[in-house]
Structures are given as structure tokens and as C-alpha cells.
């Protein structure tokens, strides 16, 4: 599933890209990370919470 996100990922960026360099849209990263940049913060926070714990740090019994 990694490997699809990543493909999927780089697929997205690239069409974004792809369509600023055309100008079909206008796309301003500095002003979008400024307002949005504590999303990333949430995400990772998330990402944390839902990945699998690893087995060795629990007491054996």
C-alpha cells in the first residue's frame, strides 16, 4: 500500500506542476503553506496514532 500512496502521490504533484507551468490555474505555495501548515502537524500526529506498535516493548509475562 506504500508504494501505491507514493506512486499516487507523485502522480498528483506532477499533474499539479504540470498545470501551473501551463497556467491553468495559479497556485501560490508560500501563501497556502503559511495558512495551512498546522494540517501537517495533525496528519503526522495521526499517522503516528495508526501505525502498529512494535511487540517488543511490551512485559513479558
Not at 501548515?37 to 503516528?48: M, N, S, T
Amino acid at each position: 500500500m506504500k508504494g501505491n500512496f507514493a506512486a499516487v502521490a507523485l502522480l498528483v504533484i506532477g499533474a499539479v506542476a504540470l498545470a501551473v507551468n501551463l497556467d491553468l490555474f495559479e497556485l501560490d505555495l508560500v501563501q497556502l503553506m503559511r495558512k495551512w501548515w498546522p494540517l501537517a502537524l495533525i496528519a503526522v500526529g495521526v499517522a503516528l496514532f495508526f501505525t502498529p506498535g512494535d511487540d517488543s516493548r511490551k512485559k513479558p509475562d
